[in-house]
């Protein structure tokens, strides 16, 4: 009995002795996770140009030396993957979106959109307002959406409503989908914002695409994080945002894009003229 205490006293000893010489590791920090659809000039699938929001937020999370990961995943996945805190940050982000996935929000936008209306060139159509869009679908023309996007109280309660005259694209490059079915006459009228629509029919060079109206005002667009992280990372990101706006930095990163700091359209958000989109600030 003697021996066995003796022999179990020093291998209780040596077991001690070796996770006490074990090297020390530091706790490395969490990776975040962040997503989004491509959603160009936002979002970009070019490793070059990955989109100015891509670029903002990989900067400011560098210079505060937060890891993170970026993909391409399709909007309506990412929000419920970031619901189950599976995804940390999703970036370009209504206000509902962000209750609606019970997210967390950032304090300033992170860009904006406007819901605007886009036709073949040769279609006489011209978006006056909801009654006049009803209308014209329901001479069995479709209105071309993406799946997951949020377009406010009344256009998402008209789709709603007129389902069957409307098809929702979804995968990771959306918009870039419905601008081919456009062309081809699969859609009659498709909805996204000017900025996102202008800059690929820039880069196309697609002159059979035209603007036919806008529903609404901008609507500014925010990050939205996981409801597991501090308010004190969330904080940074905003911080860095003033930091990148106000050292000239984030001009620079727009200027790659052919674009202006949509701070210029929040302020300007009641003045409907929409003559020269091609040059519109986001």
């Known amino acids: 009995m003697l021996s066995l205490v003796k022999t179990f006293l020093l291998f209780s000893l040596i077991n001690i002795l070796l996770w006490l010489s074990a090297p020390v590791t530091a706790k490395q920090p969490k990776t975040l996770v962040v997503t989004s ?155 996204d914002s000017r900025f996102t629509v202008q800059y690929q029919l820039t880069k196309l060079q697609e002159k059979d695409i035209i603007y036919a109206g806008t529903q609404g005002d901008f609507t500014p667009l925010f990050l939205g994080f996981s409801s597991s992280l501090s308010k004190e990372l969330i904080n940074l990101f905003d911080q860095g945002l003033i930091t990148l706006r106000q050292s000239g930095r984030l001009q620079q990163i727009l200027a790659k894009y052919g674009t202006l700091d949509w701070h210029l359209a929040e302020h300007n958000s009641s003045n409907k003229d929409t003559r020269s989109l091609a040059e519109a600030s986001i």
């Open 37 to 191: 659809d491509e959603w160009c000039p936002y979002v970009c699938d070019d490793e070059a140009l990955p989109g100015f929001l891509v670029e903002v937020v990989k900067e400011i999370a560098q210079k505060n030396k937060i890891k993170i990961t970026f993909s391409l995943t399709p909007l309506a996945r990412a929000l419920n993957l970031a619901e189950k805190g599976k995804v940390d940050i999703l970036l370009a982000l209504t206000p509902q979106h962000i209750t609606d996935y019970q997210l967390q929000q950032s304090q300033l936008s992170f860009g904006g959109l406007y819901n605007d209306f886009y036709v073949q060139a040769e279609s006489s159509w011209r978006f006056q307002d909801i009654n006049n869009l009803k209308s014209y679908l329901k001479n069995n023309a479709i209105l071309g959406t993406i799946n997951g996007y949020q377009y406010g109280e009344t256009v998402d309660g008209f789709i709603k409503d007129n389902s069957e005259h409307v098809f929702s694209a979804s995968g990771n490059s959306p918009l870039t989908k419905q601008l081919r079915m456009l062309k081809m006459g699969r859609l009659d009228i498709l909805l």
